[in-house]
Every structure is written in structure tokens, then in C-alpha cells.
């Protein structure tokens, strides 16, 4: 799997926390990797490049239906590429960040997978019904979620995420829900939360 990564200065270990980067559809690993200057310097950050290529251009992670229904066959092939990543990453600490498609996909391996990561930040994005069946959702109790979604949202509409909180609140996740005044995007008060989000995160790590 193609990637970007910033590491710090200080020598790598299993105690330093690592953020993954998950960009959404049309887009590539360069993407998100710009956000890194506003995140805490302790962490290593990997921006990973989705497996499949996207008609219009860049890449995707899946292909995604009228409805909010996903491909199965592309969304497991991404899934399976992104936890193998995982596996080789070696960190206490792991944090997964994704925007659109990439929050879909972090979602959706947080949820089944619910040791893989300690936290994760969805920005835009939703978790799949279609997949419910396979979400542990009374195993999540250590695990920290953040939340994004404009309200006038053009691309995901903000009724798919209010519907993704309503999933979460039948879980034992430790939510943290946000809405902002933008369409599909990060404007600066949605990354000044989440970087502050990230920082707590780290800072109350055990």
C-alpha cells in the first residue's frame, strides 16, 4: 500500500502514538498529509493511498450506491489492505483519522475490529447500515470517536451521520458529536476541534 509519512525527530518506539490518514474518493495520500502541521508533533503520521482508481481520477476505497449502500467485494478488498497495514505498524497508540470515504472506512474498522485502534475521527462521513450486523457494538467501551459533519452537506447529507450517533448511542463508545456551519468539507473551527480532540487523546492515554 502507497503512503506518505512525517515521523519526529525522537527515536520510534511502541510507547509513540500513530495517526493513519484516510483520504476520501477522487482524492490520494497527499491530501490529508497537509493537515499534519496542526496536530500534535508527538505523533507519526501515515497517509495512506485507497487501493482502487477512480474513474474521474485519483483514488477510492469503494465503490459507493445510491442509498449509502457499499460495494462489498472493493470494500473488503480496502479493509483488508488497511488493517494488513496496521498489523505492521508497531504503536500502543493507534489513531485512525478519515474524511468521507476514509471516515466510512474507519468506521467500519473500528467497529468490527474493536482493539485495533484506541480512537477514531470521522469527518463527513457514516457508518454503513448495511454492515450493522457486523458491529460489536458492547465491545467498544475503550474506544474514542470524533465527529464532524456540516450541515449543508451536498455529498453525504447530515441526516446520515445524525443516523450514524443514533447507531453509536446503543454502543458503549465514548462519542464526541459535532455539526458545523460548512458543506463538505474541514473548515477551520472542525480542525482546530478535532487537533484539541487529538491532543486530549493523547495526553489521556494510559
Known sequence: MLYKIFSPAQ???PEN???ILLHGRGSDEKDLFGLKEH???KLTIYSLRAP????WGG????DLYEGGSVD???FSNSTNEIVTFINTVETKKLILLGFSMGAIMSYSIALTKPHICSSIAALSGFAPIQLEQTYRLQELQELHIFISHGIHDPVIPISAARKTKELLDRSNANVSYNEYDMEHRI???CLNDVSRWLKNRLDNSK
Open 39 to 41: 496536530f500534535d508533533p
Open 52 to 55: 482502487h482508481q477512480f474513474e
Open 11 to 13: 527515536e520510534q518506539t
Open 17 to 19: 502514538p500513530t495517526l
Open 59 to 62: 483514488y477510492t476505497w469503494f
Open 72 to 74: 462489498e467485494k472493493s
Open 187 to 189: 473548515n477551520e473551527k
